[in-house]
């Protein structure tokens, strides 16, 4: 089982590599190459995932057996994905009180400790889900989850051709209309977990935070 140091370390890790995901989609999309920017996005989302999840373990060591279990998987990662975006929707209006009381906005840095109060309430069980569990709910929720998140499967197609059972021939610029969205949404991952490698690299705001969390 890793410990503390190595979550930390894989954390930020992913975290550094969904800010290269992205620069590399922008890259690409200003370049022609909308799907393969789409492709890189929709990983760039899930590496994110990664990060969240592995920052959330080296909060909570009695879970951390749980990450071998689904974390490979793509529906998985979108499902902690879709977590940390439920987090930030929720505590909204709680941010907003405390910012307007203090007369200051919150700092990057608080706001993230108030994510991840919200988060570690969620439980680390219910979001790193065997693979089987995390189909079944991906298929439950179909077409309303897809709305909120890219689809795990969108990189496929922006990657593949393929064809259906009707004899059509799918080609990857048929997502072309979505290679915006797709990028939009990793970059707003992005903008509200911001000071989250910051806290990870630095052991004595690390310290900090993970006691104002596990204090909530």
């Known amino acids: 089982m890793p410990d503390e140091l190595s979550l930390i370390k894989?954390?930020?890790?992913c975290y550094l590599n969904t800010q290269s995901l992205h620069k590399e989609a922008?890259?690409?999309?200003?370049?022609g190459y909308g799907p393969r920017a789409a492709a890189l996005a929709v990983i760039g989302v899930e590496e994110f995932a990664k990060?969240?999840?592995?920052?959330?373990?080296?909060?909570?060591?009695?879970?951390?057996?749980?990450?071998?279990k689904g974390l490979s998987d793509h529906e998985t990662k979108h499902?902690?994905?879709?977590?940390?975006?439920?987090?930030?929707?929720e505590t909204h209006d709680y941010r907003v009180v405390i910012a307007q009381e203090s007369g200051w906005p919150l700092s990057?840095?608080?706001?993230?400790?108030?994510?991840?109060?919200?988060?570690?309430?969620?439980?680390?069980?219910?979001?790193?889900?065997?693979?089987?569990?995390?189909?079944?709910?991906?298929?439950?929720?179909?077409?309303?989850?897809h709305a909120i998140l890219p689809d795990p499967y969108l990189k496929n197609?922006?990657?593949?051709?393929?064809?259906?059972?009707?004899?059509d021939v799918l080609i990857p610029a048929r997502i072309e209309h979505q290679v915006e969205s797709a990028i939009r949404g990793l970059e707003w991952f992005l903008r509200v977990y911001c000071a989250l490698p910051?806290?990870?690299?630095?052991?004595?705001?690390?310290?900090?935070?993970?006691?104002?969390?596990?204090?909530?």
């Open 108 to 145: 990057h840095r608080d706001a993230l400790v108030v994510l991840f109060q919200q988060m570690v309430g969620y439980d680390l069980e219910n979001l790193v889900r065997n693979p089987k569990e995390a189909k079944e709910f991906y298929r439950r929720l179909g077409k309303d989850l």
């Open 198 to 216: 910051e806290v990870l690299q630095n052991q004595e705001e690390w310290n900090d935070f993970r006691l104002r969390i596990m204090d909530h």
């Open 26 to 31: 922008r890259l690409l999309a200003r370049h």
């Open 79 to 89: 499902l902690v994905a879709a977590a940390a975006e439920a987090a930030e929707i």
């Open 157 to 167: 197609a922006a990657l593949y051709v393929d064809l259906d059972n009707s004899g």
């Open 10 to 13: 894989a954390a930020i890790e």
């Open 51 to 68: 990060s969240i999840a592995y920052a959330l373990a080296a909060l909570s060591p009695e879970k951390r057996d749980l990450l071998g």
